[in-house]
């Protein structure tokens, strides 16, 4: 009897040491399952609300736009006076001139009122400064003052220049109190990347109105040691230097030796593009060293008529670095600029291509 007691117990005892095993091995395995959802979802929490995805940078385009003379003649004057600023240039080549990040022209005169006449001189430009709002009208971020009429009048309208522009935030190169002013750089900044632009003059009536020989005067490239000393102080902070000058022989496509000569130089210095003024009319272009010198851009906005000119479109995004060079093609009839037909624009790129080295035009005007 006490033998089958015992043995009871002891199968009781048994099934209950099992009982309470099992109890504890299924405790054990839902808390685990119970882990592994909350590990699951802490790891879904942290995908869809605390990790900020990458986003994508789009790429900082940037463009330029430079042209050729600008001189505001009476025939201008009188178009703005009666139609406004479409009298002077059209709408859709100032929509543009206006859009471009930065433009920048040759002022082919002095703003002012006062002065004396040049002796002994052809032609003398002067301009009211209060027409200092057509270049605002027309998006002018800066210009070039380095030319053979700044000086038409004297001194004094050279200090009326300095003044009408400084008093309209459009800065200028090219002229100055001293040779350190004349050769300073106009800048452009963009997506963390800086643009500079020299304004220099090849060619002066007389040695007075060079600035190292009377002041204020202009920054000139006879010589070009400190033109090239510019650009080479320049490349140290600009990540483009683009060089402006005034150079060649009026009224026909053929180049000065000189012009070669100079232009080699400043590209060697480390110019990354050479632009060209004074001819009055288009001058070719050469690639040199992987660089292009735009010989001459001709008059952009001048007297009555101009047959054939272009404004110098420069694009490039902030991350390849390489520039595009394509050309606006425009010409003027009753001292109103536009831009060309198709057909138009195509005898231009055939002309250009006739006279230019080591470049191609294409049918939509980018430089090859």
């Not at 952009?300 to 272009?310: A, C, D, G, K």
């Amino acid at each position: 009897m006490k033998k089958r007691v015992l043995i009871t117990v002891v199968i009781v005892s048994v099934l209950g040491l099992l009982i309470v095993g099992g109890l504890f091995v299924y405790q054990k395995f839902f808390e685990h399952e119970s882990d592994k959802d909350n590990e699951a979802n802490v790891i879904n929490n942290i995908t869809e609300a605390n990790v900020t995805q990458p986003v994508k940078k789009e790429p900082v385009n940037t463009s330029l736009l430079f042209t050729g003379d600008v001189l505001l003649s009476e025939y201008v004057l009188s178009n703005y006076n009666s139609k406004g600023i479409e009298g002077v240039v059209s709408s859709p080549l100032r929509d543009k001139m206006v859009n471009a990040d930065f433009t920048m022209v040759n002022e082919e005169f002095p703003f002012s009122t006062r002065g004396t006449k040049a002796p002994d001189k052809q032609y003398t430009f002067r301009v009211d400064p209060k027409y200092i709002s057509i270049f605002k009208e027309l998006g002018i971020d800066a210009v070039g003052i380095a030319n053979n009429h700044v000086l038409d009048f004297g001194k004094e309208a050279l200090e009326d220049t300095f003044t009408t522009l400084n008093n309209s935030q459009i800065p200028f190169s090219g002229a100055g109190h001293n040779l350190e002013e004349a050769g300073k750089l106009v800048t452009y900044e963009k997506g963390g990347k800086k643009v500079g632009v020299i304004a220099a003059s090849r060619v002066i009536p007389v040695v007075e109105w060079n600035v190292r020989n009377s002041q204020p005067g202009v920054f000139t490239a006879y010589d070009p040691t400190d033109l090239c000393n510019k650009i080479r102080e320049a490349k140290k902070t600009c990540d483009f230097v683009y060089v402006m000058i005034h150079w060649g022989t009026e009224h026909t496509d053929k180049l000065e030796d000189y012009q070669k000569s100079i232009g080699h130089q400043l590209i060697d210095a480390g110019a990354d593009s050479v632009i060209g003024a004074h001819p009055h009319v288009v001058q070719g272009i050469e690639k040199y060293n992987d660089k292009l010198i735009f010989y001459s851009l001709g008059n952009f906005i001048f007297n009555q008529n101009i047959e054939r000119t272009f404004a110098l479109n420069i694009n490039y995004d902030n991350e390849n670095m390489k520039p595009e060079y394509s050309l606006i093609p425009a010409k003027a009839s009753g001292a109103t600029t536009r831009e060309m037909t198709s057909d138009e624009a195509n005898s231009l790129y055939s002309y250009l291509n006739s006279i230019s080295s080591n470049v191609t035009i294409d049918g939509g005007g980018k430089v090859l």
